[in-house]
Antibody
């Protein structure tokens, strides 16, 4: 069974750093990209970027470039989303998803349950 | 602001059919067959309902179908059921990036 497991919640203060995780299991981790999606309170889905775990090649949405960092650890089949300095506007739910893309197909077929990040002083 | 447009809400009675549109441009929806649709119930993760415009993943009811004409993709739900009440998002691939629509709230009357 394919699973992407994320921690439920993180609470941080403005200016603090944070790394949230997404552990994949039930499939060959290096075969599929991992993407991160933000959902601010009461709002829609926003694509942040994706990483190819086989070579760590990463693409970011222009909206998030320079503000977050995406990485993976193949040995633990885990992807990460990281901030060096959080602000209140980073308060949101963050989902990881398995991205299946070929020359003829592209979609997100499995999703983590989401990590609620709250940034408050 | 999303580059894809969807109606904010669509409603229907049980058993009826509804259609949700997703309009983009010739650079995204119109140029690629990589349009997908996701269902999200409150406080839950999104769920893939349709991929590559018309394909249903294993386990998704055949009451859900997708289509595309020009720069507009559509999701149709036939035989509407109470459990279909949720938010629905379209998504399109464009060069090196992914776009999501703003979402459509489906209400079952």
């Amino acid at each position: 069974e394919v699973q992407l497991v994320q921690p439920g919640a993180e609470v941080k203060k403005p200016g603090e750093s944070l790394r949230i995780s997404c552990k994949g299991s039930g499939y060959r981790f290096t075969t599929y990209w991992i993407t991160w999606v933000r959902q601010m309170p009461g709002k829609g889905l926003e694509w942040m970027g994706r990483i190819d775990p086989s070579d760590s090649y990463t693409i970011y949405s222009p909206s998030f470039q320079g503000h977050v960092s995406i990485s993976t650890d193949k040995s633990t089949t885990t992807a990460y989303l990281q901030w060096s300095s959080l602000t209140a506007s980073d308060t949101a739910m963050y989902f990881c998803a398995r991205q299946s893309c070929t020359s003829s197909s592209c979609y997100f077929d499995f999703w983590g349950q989401g990590t609620l990040v709250t940034v408050s002083s | 602001q999303s580059a894809l447009t969807q109606p904010a809400s669509v409603s229907g009675s049980p058993g009826q059919s509804i259609t949700i549109s997703c309009t983009g441009t010739s650079s995204d929806v119109g140029d690629y067959k990589y349009v997908s649709w996701y269902q999200q119930h409150p406080d839950k993760a999104p769920r893939l309902m349709i991929y590559d415009v018309t394909n249903r993943p294993s386990g998704i009811s055949n009451r859900f179908s997708g289509s595309k004409s020009g720069n507009t993709a559509s999701l149709t739900i036939s035989g509407l059921q109470a459990e279909d009440e949720a938010d629905y998002y379209c998504s399109s691939y464009t060069t090196k990036t992914i776009l999501f629509g703003p979402g459509t709230k489906v209400t079952v009357l």
